[in-house]
């Protein structure tokens, strides 16, 4: 992959090339783990492409081998009372980060295409952004999974898996925590090709430049606007009302507390199902 020449002070880098805006999650010592300074910088990234018209698609990638680990479990521990206090209101804002820093693109309502380089890592909402791409890209090397039951601590976007994999294969996800590699998750679909290391950047930015010079701006706008919101003739408010309901149940746990606690002090959890 070529040397995109990061800065190591910024934890999210974001610049522009023609009509292709790129966008790297850039906290290689923590494998990219999502704390509350990224979370807020994606927020205002998001709204800028949107609001930019001379951007027409998007490479999101990861820095160091990696595309996240998900959100920082320090960072869940510390804001555990806000987690309780605020509920769970996945459209509206993240639990764990508080008002105005919604994560992922479509929260922003961006409808311009999304090209995802995904390397290593791909986990929790590491693997929540990964799914938000329109055309994703994987390197043999990829392993993604959802480990949050581990700690106690639900799948918050749990209700949407099954719109980019089977019901079962969400399920396993979840319920074993076990890893899936890249392979597999392209035989299910969740990866549209696998190609060596060295040459993620450069295919994504091939299939970037495929869209920008090829597709009308204000086409392929519409075509993933209708591709995307026609979920949403599919109940989903629904599903966040149930949601909202299941989902606090386990964030009042005693469970998620020991969880949590166990993480930290690197020791297995002494579940009580309370």
Do not use: C
């Amino acid at each position: 992959m070529r040397d995109l020449h990061l800065p190591k002070n910024k934890k999210v880098v974001y610049f522009k090339e023609g009509h292709i805006a790129y966008v790297v999650l850039n906290r290689p010592e923590k494998v990219n783990a999502i704390d509350i300074d990224m979370a807020k910088i994606l927020a205002k990234t998001w709204d800028d492409i949107r609001d930019d018209e001379n951007v027409w698609a998007v490479i999101l990638t990861g820095a160091g081998n990696n595309f996240s680990s998900g959100f920082d479990i320090s960072v869940i521990h510390n804001a555990l009372p806000l987690i309780r206090s605020k509920g769970f209101k996945l459209l509206k804002q993240s639990n764990i980060f508080g008002e105005g820093f919604r994560l992922t693109p479509s929260m922003h309502n961006l409808w311009k295409p999304i090209v995802v380089a995904l390397d290593g890592h791909v986990n929790g909402a590491g693997l929540w952004l990964a799914l938000e791409g329109d055309i994703r890209i994987a390197t043999p090397e990829v392993r993604i999974g959802l480990f949050e039951g581990r700690i106690g601590y639900p799948v918050e976007f749990a209700a949407f898996l099954t719109r980019y994999m089977p019901p079962n294969i969400a399920l396993e996800l979840m319920l074993t925590s076990e890893l899936m590699d890249a392979e597999r998750a392209y035989q299910l679909g969740i990866f549209n090709k696998i190609v060596p290391r060295e040459r993620l950047l450069e295919e994504a930015e091939r299939v970037a430049r495929n869209i920008v010079n090829n597709i009308g701006p204000l086409a392929m706008r519409a075509m993933k606007r209708l591709v995307r919101t026609s979920w949403d003739l599919q109940n989903t408010q629904s599903l966040l009302q149930l949601s909202d309901v299941i989902i606090n149940e386990a964030l009042m746990s005693k469970d998620l507390e020991e969880g949590l606690k166990a993480f930290i002090e690197k020791r297995p959890p002494r579940w009580e199902a309370k």
